[in-house]
């Protein structure tokens, strides 16, 4: 793995005394946002609160202004997506003199101490730049299962090696984990810049991961300290077959941008990792499933990604060079 690069500390003028900012993107999220904003107030840590809301239609927004005058409350006229919204509150954060930005899930919550350990911490190594808690579902006692399955198992072997001989150390370093909590040193979004807006949903915070690894960006697993994360989300409404093999195609347009761009590789060698994975794997695995609303949602996923090639391929090479991207 690359070894992280060293990044600047240095102070800069806040606002109202707290340096982290924490961005909170909503949308239809009344049922959760109240816990969310809540946990904050009670954070150990002063923190700064900025909601953007992605024109939610329930009452989210209106709960944040009424309830939580002292937060931050951006509106945003149409949905954004995940990744667009924390730009906008990221550029908030950064124009408000924030030192670190906390990215947290409008249906997670932190305990009293998590704000203070994850400060603390890149307080004392300034050699990482973004570090994360461990996340948890549905309580602080239980690791979150799917953080396990998709990050935890393929990036964090060190962390799960300790854990079953009960040697666990303070931190790790690791590729990372997604984004519900993630705790960001202002001077790597100067970096490696925010969220592609390629991606709507799904797949940005890996992105944004590949591109971290590739700048020298370390990150760092804090095991002591713990954020809960609900998974909880606004009910889809019922489709038909059409419908859902669009919805499906959402998803796996975002695993193939992925795949694909990457900073470091080539354009010939991104035309063949879509070509493998967006067109000659999805036949095999059509062949073998026979599932006709899978292997259409594949394909509609790969055309997507097609049509947007000469962007693709723009904003790989661009986020191969450091810079403020797309904030």
Known sequence: MTQPSPLSSSALPTAGGADVHVVVVTYNGEAWIRGCLES????????????????STDRTADIVEQEFPGTRLIRSTKNLGFGGGNNLGIVQALADGARYVFLLNQDAYVLPTSVSELRDFMECHPEFGVASPLHCSPDADHLDPRTFRGY????????????CFGRVQPYYLTFGVNAAAWFIRASTLRIAGGFDPLFFM??????????WRHHGVGFALLTQSRVVHLRQSPAAGRVG????VVRRSRRLRSTLLTQVKRPHFSTAHMLAVVLAEGLVAPLAQGLVRRSARDYLASVWAFV??????????KHARLTAQRGQHFL
Request: charged share 20%; no cysteine; glycine share 6%.
């Open 241 to 244: 077959f059409w419908g859902d």
């Open 304 to 313: 997507q990604v097609v049509a947007q090639w000469a962007t693709v391929v």
């Open 40 to 55: 904050l107030a009670q954070s150990s840590t002063p923190v700064r609160s900025i909601v953007v809301d992605n024109a």
């Open 152 to 163: 935890l198992q393929a990036h964090a072997e060190g962390y799960l090696a300790d854990a």
């Open 202 to 211: 799904y797949g940005e915070d890996d992105d944004l991961l590949h591109r």
